[in-house]
């Protein structure tokens, strides 16, 4: 059979009795959700009177609907009267598909033998066996796998090799001009991608930051002008098989040094790589965002005081803002930590993501969970004060198996109309429905909060 695909793919080859352009320059914004704009300047021949063009190598998963086409000289008359996308690619079932009931030949082999020629009419391919009617009448079975050659008188009308545009148009004149086509296209998405190195004391974090490009689109975009927009898009809900088309320009944020120039772009950020990039079709491409970056952290221990929990999580916090040594836009992605042993190895201790964080806002990463310090809610009593009014007893413990001393914030989520008596430590009222304590837990010790909730219904 592969003799069988090289003879179909040589037929291939002399299809396309129009004219097809090269692109000459071409731009790509991508998206975070599943969307690429592409621009291109292709150089097209245009002849005088009514014509057909074809505009080849565009993705395969193209919004058609959302193609623009315009001149870049508007002093030349061309009329563009339709527009047709054609995506029915060549393929060895495709063409035998098309040739049902028409006249083709075939070459046996078998065991390194000579053939045998068969000419019919082909009545039947399922990709085990070709049926065809001979001139004789006689009706002839022949194995797939026994095929060595096939001929078509020519290729099927309406299979293309690539995916391609097709404009039929009206011009006053022959002429070879500039027209620049934008269209949007799904398979391509971005997203950002962090590593931070914590410091040996843990006081401070190494940051560097990726943009991880994920092209499925059908198309390659060689020496591209590459821009990325981080923010949300609305855009409509798709008609079926229509996908929602939206032009919509993206924002961006200051120069950031090492890869990408970020500015404002209306309500989001855009980020422009300062180099044209080749963007392989199926392939991921990582592009640094910015140049690494040092910022101050702390480190938090946090207890959920629930009856049944017993987990401490560890956070990452800092802000985002030039005092602490970040102070960028930061686009929503995720953040895996490092830390280094002491032979310099990388050790992961652990992952999350970050939405997008605008200047001068909090970051607080869920780390993963302590390991030496516990926590524990015990439910000491309850009681009925009245027929609206009940109070719980209860009894918080954190206990810390290390061998130096931790600070744990302990959150205690409440609802309806409560009230806090007789704490044994003083806590902050962060919400209608939180409070916190700040514990400090000796080491290889624990300490214990006590109080009364009050609860009125």
Same mark, same amino acid.
């Given at each position: 059979?592969?003799?069988?695909?090289?003879?179909?793919?040589?037929?291939?080859?002399? &299809?396309?009795?129009?004219?097809?352009?090269?692109?000459?320059?071409?731009?790509?914004?991508? /998206?975070?959700?599943?969307? @690429? &704009?592409? !621009?291109?300047?292709?150089?097209?021949?245009?002849?005088?009177?009514?014509?057909?063009?074809?505009?080849?190598?565009?993705?395969?998963?193209?919004?058609?609907?959302? &193609?623009?086409?315009?001149?870049?000289?508007?002093?030349? =008359?061309?009329?563009?009267?339709? $527009?047709?996308?054609?995506?029915?690619?060549?393929?060895?079932?495709?063409?035998?598909?098309?040739?049902?009931?028409?006249?083709?030949?075939?070459?046996?082999?078998?065991?390194? $033998?000579?053939?045998?020629?068969?000419?019919?009419?082909?009545?039947? /391919?399922?990709?085990?066996?070709?049926?065809? !009617?001979?001139?004789?009448?006689?009706?002839?079975?022949?194995?797939?796998? $026994?095929?060595?050659?096939?001929?078509?008188?020519?290729?099927? @009308?309406?299979?293309?090799?690539?995916?391609?545009?097709?404009?039929?148009?009206?011009?006053?004149?022959?002429?070879?001009?500039?027209?620049?086509?934008?269209?949007?296209?799904?398979?391509?998405?971005?997203?950002?991608?962090?590593?931070?190195?914590?410091?040996?004391?843990?006081?401070?974090?190494?940051?560097?930051?990726?943009?991880?490009?994920?092209?499925?689109?059908?198309?390659? /975009?060689?020496? =591209?002008?590459?821009?990325?927009?981080?923010?949300?898009?609305?855009?409509?809900?798709?008609?079926?098989?229509?996908?929602?088309?939206?032009?919509?320009?993206?924002?961006?944020?200051?120069?950031?040094?090492?890869?990408?120039?970020?500015?404002?772009?209306?309500?989001?950020?855009?980020?422009?790589?300062?180099?044209?990039?080749?963007?392989?079709?199926?392939?991921?491409?990582?592009?640094?965002?910015?140049?690494? &970056?040092?910022?101050?952290?702390?480190?938090?221990?946090?207890?959920? =005081?629930?009856?049944?929990?017993?987990?401490?999580?560890?956070?990452?916090?800092?802000?985002?803002?030039?005092?602490?040594?970040?102070?960028?836009?930061?686009?929503?992605?995720?953040?895996?930590?490092?830390?280094?042993?002491?032979?310099?190895? *990388?050790i992961l201790l652990g992952e999350d993501r970050i939405g997008h964080t605008p200047r001068n806002e909090e970051i607080k990463l869920n780390v993963g969970k302590a390991f030496d310090v516990i926590g524990e809610t015990i439910e000491v009593s309850r009681r009925r004060v009245t027929d609206k009014i009940?109070?719980?007893?209860?009894?918080?413990?954190?206990?810390?198996? #290390?061998?130096?001393?931790?600070?744990?914030?302990?959150?205690? #989520?409440?609802?309806?109309?409560?009230?806090?008596?007789?704490?044994? *430590?003083?806590?902050?009222?962060?919400?209608?429905?939180?409070?916190?304590?700040?514990?400090?837990?000796?080491?290889?010790?624990?300490?214990?909060?006590?109080?009364?909730?009050?609860?009125?219904?």
């Open positions: 059979m592969s003799r069988l695909a090289y003879k179909i793919l040589m037929i291939a080859a002399i &299809v396309l009795s129009f004219s097809l352009v090269i692109a000459d320059d071409i731009s790509v914004t991508v /998206y975070n959700s599943d969307l @690429g &704009v592409v !621009r291109e300047t292709r150089t097209l021949e245009f002849s005088a009177g009514s014509g057909r063009i074809g505009f080849t190598d565009v993705a395969a998963r193209i919004d058609a609907s959302s &193609v623009t086409f315009e001149l870049v000289d508007t002093t030349i =008359a061309v009329e563009i009267l339709e $527009q047709n996308f054609a995506y029915d690619l060549v393929s060895a079932d495709k063409i035998y598909n098309k040739y049902l009931d028409q006249q083709i030949d075939i070459i046996t082999a078998s065991g390194g $033998q000579a053939g045998e020629l068969f000419s019919g009419t082909l009545l039947s /391919y399922n990709g085990g066996y070709l049926i065809i !009617r001979q001139a004789d009448g006689k009706i002839r079975s022949i194995a797939s796998d $026994q095929v060595r050659d096939v001929t078509f008188p020519s290729l099927p @009308g309406g299979l293309i090799t690539r995916p391609t545009l097709f404009w039929l148009y009206q011009s006053d004149t022959t002429a070879a001009v500039e027209a620049l086509v934008g269209y949007q296209t799904t398979g391509i998405g971005w997203k950002a991608e962090y590593i931070g190195i914590l410091s040996d004391d843990e006081k401070s974090l190494d940051l560097t930051g990726w943009v991880s490009i994920d092209n499925r689109s059908g198309k390659t /975009y060689t020496d =591209a002008r590459l821009k990325v927009v981080a923010g949300d898009i609305h855009r409509a809900r798709p008609e079926r098989r229509m996908r929602g088309s939206s032009m919509t320009k993206s924002m961006a944020m200051p120069q950031m040094a090492a890869g990408f120039e970020e500015k404002q772009f209306f309500e989001y950020h855009l980020y422009t790589l300062p180099r044209p990039a080749t963007i392989a079709n199926n392939e991921t491409k990582q592009l640094s965002m910015f140049e690494p &970056v040092q910022a101050q952290v702390t480190k938090q221990l946090s207890y959920n =005081a629930q009856p049944g929990n017993k987990t401490v999580n560890v956070y990452i916090k800092t802000r985002n803002n030039d005092e602490v040594g970040l102070g960028m836009p930061l686009p929503a992605g995720r953040v895996r930590l490092f830390k280094a042993d002491s032979d310099q190895s *990388l009940n109070e719980i007893d209860f009894r918080i413990e954190i206990r810390n198996q #290390k061998d130096k001393a931790e600070t744990v914030t302990v959150v205690q #989520k409440l609802s309806g109309y409560w009230e806090i008596l007789n704490p044994s *430590l003083d806590y902050f009222k962060k919400s209608a429905n939180e409070i916190n304590w700040t514990v400090d837990v000796p080491a290889e010790g624990k300490a214990v909060i006590d109080f009364t909730l009050r609860v009125t219904r």
